[in-house]
């Protein structure tokens, strides 16, 4: 195991539903992310958060909502997604800087969270 | 931009052969690079990086990988393969001078060992 804990496993919901998935990294670090990896398609990086602040997001859609409230934990907060949304979510956590650069950080991944939006 | 390709979407070896999963990237100044890999049903591990210093890089489980800035390829080796080194393996790069960038991962390559 890496220290990265993803809850749920697996998700099932509708359209109209609202969600969050949860991550907690349990390595004393300071930096977390959201991906999401779609079949066939590369890793896509979603949200960065480094010392709890907001540094990276990536033209995410506003139907996705991060939410990190301290350094160990990271959600993310779903609703009126589309079946294109679905796919395995995961979670990551790296040292992170005080200063900001996170450029030679080693990151440790999550299990993933599956997500199918019927 | 930064981009990472990895030109093949599947490499199958047998076991005990040596294996290679190739890499080439693409940064506008210099690179660090990084090796992941996916069992299924897991998130990624992190196997080796390079960062600054011997082009060659060992790294967990037997893998390792070189630098080669002129050929901008960072391609993954190992001498012997198991069967267990079946997985996804994935390539990613960062700009070292670019301070806002993260990660940009390559697509994968699905590596098959076969006993």
């Known amino acids: 195991e890496t220290g990265v804990t993803q809850t749920p496993r697996h998700l099932v919901m509708g359209m109209t539903n609202k969600k969050s998935l949860k991550c907690e990294q349990h390595?004393?670090?300071?930096?977390m992310y959201w991906y999401k990896q779609s079949a066939k398609k590369p890793l896509e990086l979603m949200f960065v958060?480094?010392?709890?602040?907001?540094?990276e997001n990536n033209s995410v859609p506003s139907r996705f909502s991060p939410e990190c409230p301290n350094s160990s934990h990271l959600f993310l907060h779903l609703h009126t997604l589309q079946p294109e949304d679905s796919a395995l979510y995961l979670c990551?956590?790296?040292?992170?800087?005080?200063?900001?650069?996170?450029?030679?950080?080693?990151?440790?991944f999550g299990p993933g969270t599956r997500l199918t939006v019927l | 931009a930064q981009s990472v390709a990895q030109p093949e979407d599947q490499v199958n070896v047998a076991e005990g052969n040596p294996l290679t999963v190739k890499c080439t990237y693409s940064?506008?100044?210099?690179?660090?690079l990084f090796w992941y890999v996916q069992y299924p049903n897991r998130g990624l591990q992190f196997l080796l990086k390079?960062?600054?210093?011997?082009?060659l890089v060992k790294g967990s489980y037997g893998f390792e990988a070189e630098f080669n800035k002129s050929q901008t390829s960072f391609h993954l080796k190992k001498p012997s393969a198991l069967v267990s080194d079946s997985a996804l393996y994935f390539c990613?790069?960062?700009?070292?001078?670019?301070?806002?960038?993260?990660?940009?991962f390559g697509p994968g390559t699905r590596l098959s060992v076969l006993p």
């Open positions: 990551a956590s790296s040292q992170g800087e005080a200063s900001g650069s996170l450029r030679t950080d080693t990151q440790y």
């Open positions: 958060y480094n010392f709890k602040e907001q540094t």
């Open positions: 990613a790069v960062r700009d070292r001078n670019n301070y806002g960038q993260n990660f940009v």
């Open positions: 390595l004393g670090h300071n930096a």
């Open positions: 390079y960062i600054t210093g011997d082009n």
């Open positions: 940064v506008s100044g210099n690179p660090y």
